[in-house]
């Protein structure tokens, strides 16, 4: 029986998301949010329930507020406000500073217990209408023709769907399978990784990259009540040896004893720098490890993924809704795969600098730290690139692309970040003069379900903080258009009117063809 036979009887789903980690909840919350039926595979039976990620940032904070779980989130959370490296000695050689709040309108680090962070998008999923999750549900095989894809079960069942998620990660059965290939970029190392919880408050750095080249170190919170130690191993095989837990309370006595704490985990993980080379097959797209994976340095693997979840999901319902062609999936590799590389590349950098093995060179690394930091200069956080093409703004100001800025606004009636007053969605900001000078396209932009607001200090939408009068006074604007993932469809001001932006906007919501459609793949 072919896709198409099936779907003339019952399609199971309009995606099905393989893989049930943070990436594949993310994907199945925001798709089932949108409406649409989505059935979740997980292989494991339940939840992993053991740490992996440590860290994430605020622009993911800011899905995670999206999903609604921030608020239970939050008491887990450790708000980070500095990142330390150290040198051989111990001394502190560089150190980055993070906001209690940054430009997304959370703080710009936080520090969390991966499982806490699972609960709570297993629920926000579970809560969603049209959202089955599947767990004991390995893959077998993925199948698609012109109309839609069918995926084997271990268990002899199938599901059928009109596109596939795979969110299975590193070692993706689904990208396997289809014969997908990856960029390496050769930079693999073994570390061990130890994980505890702690008894009572300990004097433990909560976030400190240790460059001794004698035994590189990661020392990392993971929130108020876990804390980890990762350790890089000459080689995979020391592992037996050195997980031994007398040689692990060996390595971290100086921070810890068993009295302040648990030992909990201890496992050996091997980074790797790996880009898939295509994120889509036909009907078939993979996101998160799948795709990409990262050396930790830099702590963005899970953010990438989310990222991946948030650029895919608003692609995906335009699609399913027939407001736009299969073409417009296109856009989703085309975009993420220049920020994932450029993050990747930091990463691997920053790995590098820190866990050379060679004396000689640390010394002179560290030297050149120290002349640095003494001399004043300012280490400034990393800054990742913006969005270059895919669905842009053909015509607009020196913004486009970039992360979108979010402040505290009031309508009125509540008072609260703009995200959680406007909700989910393609949004229009614009000065009040801007605004009134909209005329029709302003109904035209709301009846295309695009949230128009005239945002000013005394605006019908108030600037409580001021955030959007800076915003738009640094780059000359006054309107921009805002992506449902965050990042700016295109900005105008000048000599480059409002009306023509909010024309460029709905031209592109309107296109079932924009941008250009490709045939659906068939295997």
Not at 309 to 328: E, H, I, M, Y
Not at 389 to 416: C, H, I, Y
Not at 470 to 479: I, L, N, P, T
Not at 490 to 497: H, P
Request: charge should be negative.
């Amino acid at each position: 029986m072919s896709v198409q036979e099936s779907d003339e009887v019952a399609t199971a789903a309009d995606v099905v998301v393989i893989g049930y980690g943070p990436v594949g909840m993310v994907t199945a919350a925001l798709l089932g949010r949108a409406g649409h039926r989505v059935v979740v595979l997980e292989r494991y039976d339940g939840l992993y329930n053991l740490p992996r990620a440590a860290s994430f940032d605020e622009e993911t904070m800011r899905t995670f507020a999206s999903l609604g779980i921030a608020g239970r989130l939050l008491p887990g959370l450790r708000v980070q406000h500095s990142y330390e490296w150290t040198g051989a000695s111990g001394e502190v050689l560089r150190e980055i500073g993070y906001a209690e709040r940054g430009p997304c309108g959370w703080a710009e680090w936080y520090m969390m217990y991966q499982p806490d962070l699972e609960d709570a998008l297993d629920a926000a999923c579970r809560a969603t209408p049209g959202v089955q999750v599947r767990q004991g549900a390995a893959v077998t095989g993925v199948g698609q023709d012109a109309h839609g894809v069918r995926v084997t079960v271990e268990d002899g069942t199938t599901v059928t769907a009109r596109y596939v998620v795979a969110c299975d990660g590193g070692n993706s059965f689904v990208r396997r399978a289809l014969g997908i290939d990856q960029d390496d970029y050769g930079f693999s190392e073994p570390w061990m990784v130890c994980d505890f919880r702690l008894r009572r408050p300990a004097g433990v750095p909560a976030a400190r990259q240790v460059g001794d080249p004698r035994q590189p170190t990661s020392i990392i919170s993971l929130g108020p009540d876990h804390h980890r130690f990762s350790f890089m191993l000459d080689s995979v095989e020391d592992f037996a040896a050195e997980s031994a837990p007398e040689r692990v309370w060996e390595r971290v006595g100086r921070y810890l004893t068993p009295d302040d704490a648990d030992l909990i985990r201890v496992a050996t993980y091997t980074f790797r720098s790996r880009v898939a080379h295509r994120w889509r097959e036909g009907r078939v797209l993979l996101a998160g490890d799948a795709a990409h994976q990262m050396p930790p340095f830099l702590g963005q693997g899970m953010c990438s993924g989310i990222r991946d979840a948030q650029n895919l999901a608003f692609k995906l319902d335009r699609v399913l809704d027939g407001t736009a062609s299969p073409g417009l999936l296109d856009t989703y590799q085309a975009e993420r795969e220049p920020h994932v590389r450029a993050v990747t590349e930091m990463g691997i950098a920053l790995g590098r600098l820190q866990t050379t093995r060679d004396p000689a060179t640390a010394a002179e690394r560290d030297r050149r730290l120290r002349a640095e930091r003494e001399a004043g200069r300012r280490q400034e956080k990393i800054r990742f690139p913006a969005l270059t093409t895919g669905l842009l703004a053909e015509r607009s100001l020196p913004g486009r692309g970039e992360l979108s800025r979010q402040g505290v606004v009031d309508d009125g009636t509540a008072r609260d970040r703009l995200d959680q007053l406007l909700g989910h969605g393609f949004v229009f900001l614009a000065t009040p003069e801007a605004a009134a000078g909209l005329g029709p396209a302003a109904r035209e932009l709301a009846d295309a379900g695009v949230k128009v607001a005239a945002v000013a200090a005394d605006g019908p939408l108030a600037d409580v903080e001021g955030v959007y009068a800076r915003w738009f006074a640094e780059h000359g604007w006054s309107a921009v258009a805002v992506r449902p993932d965050f990042y700016v469809y295109g900005a105008a001001g000048g000599d480059l009117d409002p009306r023509d932006l909010a024309r460029d906007l709905l031209g592109a919501l309107r296109r079932p063809d924009a941008p250009a459609a490709a045939p659906d793949a068939v295997l």
